[in-house]
């Protein structure tokens, strides 16, 4: 079960950390992302925003638009990851899901398809008002 929290309302060129909550006893093995479904777009549409990898790699990946200004990072003692967002743009405007693959994969081009991810959070809210 992943429990995302952190969303809400924020100015562009402002900040926001979305933390996502795991459990299970195996969180620090596998990799963990975050992905968004901006207003309008369908589920299989959500767009893949950042991974990282489990402990024995701990590489992350971004999407080019988020490249600089995002960092995702985890805290395996908390079974949490975390996506620090800065000089957020309201095109940024989504909800932000946390999901996981269940295993460690890093294969980039896999990570980026929200279909190989099988637990997801239920979403957090965030609106980058221009």
């Known amino acids: 079960q992943l429990v995302e929290s952190g969303g809400g309302l924020v100015q562009a060129g402002g900040s926001m950390r979305l933390s996502c909550v795991a459990s299970?006893?195996?969180?620090?093995?596998?990799?963990m992302a975050w992905f968004r479904q901006t207003p309008g777009k369908e589920r299989d549409e959500r767009e893949f925003?950042?991974?990282?990898?489990?402990?024995?790699?701990?590489?992350?990946y971004y999407r080019d638009s988020v490249k600089g200004r995002f960092t995702i990072s985890r805290d395996n003692a908390k079974s949490t990851v975390y996506l620090q967002m800065n000089s957020l743009k309201p095109e940024d405007t989504a909800v932000y899901f946390c999901?996981?693959?269940?295993?460690?994969?890093?294969?980039?081009?896999?990570?980026?398809?929200?279909?190989?991810?099988?637990?997801w959070g239920q979403g957090t809210q965030v609106t980058v008002s221009s």
């Open positions: 999901a996981s693959p269940n295993s460690g994969i890093t294969h980039l081009p896999s990570l980026m398809n929200w279909k190989i991810y099988v637990d």
């Open positions: 299970g006893r195996t969180f620090s093995m596998y990799t």
């Open positions: 925003v950042a991974a990282i990898a489990g402990s024995r790699f701990n590489n992350t």
